[in-house]
């Protein structure tokens, strides 16, 4: 430990000024907040060994705290690129997000211009997840959104967590083939859109950034996101700068010895005042040189601290400066004479204070933050609350008539839009206040006034008046009491006024973004592993949890239907554990409460027999939905982490949403299985054996519906020949299949009678007719002659076939038809002869697997086409696999899909 500063508890050395360790502030003017232990200052015996950097002197000679020296390098790298983002874009806010260590999420490590809380929701976003910087860090593109139509209509999640207004652009940091993270920066909206030269400086930076990254990694050093994000403080606004000048009078001699500073306060450069009393007074306003002089003499005599302000002229002005001092220690047995102290001026900013004190209008500042930084004489009377209680809060926490989350939400609008905001609220007893809030980089500058009573309206709640620049209409502030001596009371303080805030205030408005945004991702899941998937893809890096399970009861007891991280077989001796066992996992279904353990000594102490891996803290979630157990749910994190007051709301809520998804999908797969099982019923079990020809074919059902389809396919020996058949009922329903099942069996009855192909197709026109579903159906039936070698083909409103020769060439097969079979009765259905060749393939299919929304329908029969011709035709089997790869692939199928092909043999 260097001498003379105190070492960390985590054994880095702590140095800084007072104001660094209360603010978090150094000199470097980046501000640090921790969530919890960072893994980069863990002494753990498992761990490499990281030696702790030693504290630097930076050039104006104060001490800085420093983090381990891999990781302040980075820091310093990542806040350069901030700062230069915003000198060259005129972008008014950065952030810089890096992938955490395992990968899986992307951390937000380090941000500009908007305030880290405002952003609780995306601290930590999964690679994976829906939104503009994850899809930057997986394509390698940049992500540009010009304003809140465009992000709505591409990334609707962004705004369930940030609905507000705002341009951005999000470029990957990329340096070779490895992708480190994602910069973003945030414009006000604009109708011309965001400029090339914005974008490009951006992209610029991003690709700077990551070759230093790329450096450090190269040199065993960690990129990594870790557990804190790095505020860059913004320069502050030009203003009047206030100076502070030290001196030393020696009052027997008649000398002052005064600093540089206190000479140009003076009005003198260093080098030419002369050290004289009598040129210091000549500075002095002449009405208060005696009542100076006299109090400095009491000062030396008395042992009084010397305070009072005097008029320092320079030239034909003069302005007021604060002068505090006392006497210096003298030689024992000697009268002080010497006069040490300060003088401070404030420039214009006394007088500002003064001229804000006195309007009767409310003024108020808050920090980024939200917290009150200020607040004048007019707001304390307005609001019914002493300034001294309100320092340091949030409007919205001293004021319970204000703890509504829209007033917390109106304060996000105006700093993350970076636009003025305004709303009418009601202290009680029915006292209507307007509030107008003014919005930069380093703080919010608000008023408030009295208002009339807003017209009525349906509902309750925060009665909104504007959203833009300009603050509501309000009446005219009345004037405030005086005393008999002309002074201002002070405002009494109401009961209302601090009432403590209720559990749903403490979580704040950024929990109820953050839990509107994993709802949005559970409502989208439709069966349990698309449920299990989305708490995996989206909790875990949202809470930066490591591993994952989820539990369902069945047969009162508890079965694993979803696990991530755990090591190899570690789960298997917790599979089938009864209801009545002793786990947590167990008791918090029991009871209904959610358990957090911060630590492995809590875990152990509360359950020392429970067999542990490698985690440090855990979280146990009842999932309830309906009063109805439904399992539980346990996040495992790697490192100690003191679950705050927000991440337990959320994650208690989370419960709840997460076993209401489940108790839904869970159903979706039971009926899903039947209406399955139904569908498949009605389709052939087998296909024929037919010499010289080769049948294979496919069904997928669809993915966006829990009902089945009208799609099916069949092949007829019959005493002609065989028969093919494709065929598609509109709809996805019940109805749809069973019309199916009923098409099918007819035409297989008309086929097999000896019927042909467009006789086949009238009769069954007609049954349709007369069974009046008030479902239509296309059909294809094709019947081949196996003497004549020769192929005749009957349509009913279905999609041509195609024809693939030996040689790979592929043509569409556009025959003539008739009208959807149901349409009119009386329909005729022409009949067109094909003689396919050896080696040939036909191919019939529904429109499921060329349909593709925004794209006419041709153009999708031609990517069969394309994709038929070029594929491997040797084996039908595999050759049907290739042909509907991406319709398997897709997650997003809107229709079902029925593939038939028949391959004719080829000459010997």
Known sequence: MRQGVPADPRGTQVTGSTAAARTGIGPDRVRRFRRGPDPSDESDPARPARQAAPPQIPVDGVLRARAPAANQERDDLLAAAVRRVLRDTDAYSCLVYLRSRDRRSLVLSTVAGVPVSALGAFRRVSVRSPLPAPMAYRTGRSV???????????????LVGLPYSFASVCAPIVSGSETFGVL???????????????????????????????????????????????????????????????????????????DDELCAILGWAPDRFDGKTETVATRLHPDDLPGFCSAARGALLEGRVLAMRLRVTTGNRSRSVEVRGRAAEAAPGRTPDHLVGTVLDTGTGVAAAEAVER???????????????????????????????????????????????????????????????????????????AFAFYPDAHGVTGTVVPAGRPPARNGSGPVPTATGTKPPPTTAPPTPPTTASGTTPPAPTPPAAFEPPTPARRAGVGAIYRLLQLASTLTQAVTVREVCNAIAEQILPAFGGQELAIYVVAGNRLNLAHQVGYPEAFLDSFEGTPMGARLPGVDTLSTG?????????????????????????????????????????????????????????????????????????????????????????????????????????????????MEIGGDWYDAIVTAQGLCLVIGDVEGHSVAAAATMGQLRSAVRAFATSGCEPNEVLVRTNRLLADLDPGLLASCCLIQLDRTAGRARIARAGHLPPLLRYADGHTDVLECPGGALLGVDPLSEYPVSELLPPPGSVLALYTDGLVEESGTPIDEGIDRLRVSLAHADASSLEELADRLLGDARRSTHRADDVALLLTAFAAER
């Open 184 to 258: 973003c920066g945030l414009w006000t909206p604009s109708s011309t859109g965001l400029p090339t030269s914005a974008r490009r400086h951006l992209r610029t930076a991003a690709n700077r950034l990551g070759g230093l990254l790329a450096e450090l990694a190269a040199g065993g050093e960690r990129v990594e996101g870790g557990g804190h994000t790095a505020v860059v403080e913004l320069p502050t606004a030009p203003g009047t700068a206030i100076r502070l000048g030290l001196f030393d009078w020696d009052l027997t001699a008649g000398t002052v010895s005064a």
């Open 144 to 158: 540009c959104l010009s304003g809140t139509e465009e992000t709505l209509r591409r990334f609707p999640q962004l």
């Open 593 to 705: 409460a959610p358990i957090f353990f911060a630590s492995v000594d809590e875990l152990a102490d509360a359950y020392p027999d429970l067999p542990l891996d490698e985690m440090c803290a855990w979280a146990f979630l009842p999932l309830i939905a309906s009063g109805r157990p439904v399992g539980s749910c346990i996040l495992g994190f790697d490192e100690p982490h003191p679950f705050t007051t927000e991440e337990r709301s959320v994650l208690t809520a989370l419960g709840g949403l997460i076993a209401q998804a489940l108790e839904r999908a869970r159903l979706y797969d039971t009926e899903f299985a039947l209406a399955r099982g139904l569908q498949n019923a009605l389709l052939p079990h087998r296909l024929p054996d037919v010499p010289g020809v080769s049948i294979a074919a496919r069904y997928l059902p669809g993915t966006q519906s």
């Open 359 to 433: 309007l009767r209008q409310g003024i108020i500042s808050l920090d980024p933050d939200g917290r009150i930084t200020y607040a004048n004489l007019g707001a304390e009377l307005l609001l019914g609350a002493h300034r001294e209680e309100m320092l340091g809060r949030h409007l919205w926490d001293c004021l319970g008539w204000l703890s509504d989350p829209a007033y917390e939400d109106r304060h996000r609008a105006a700093m993350i839009s970076r636009q003025s905001t305004a709303y009418l609220a009601c202290r009680p007893p029915d006292r209507w206040l």
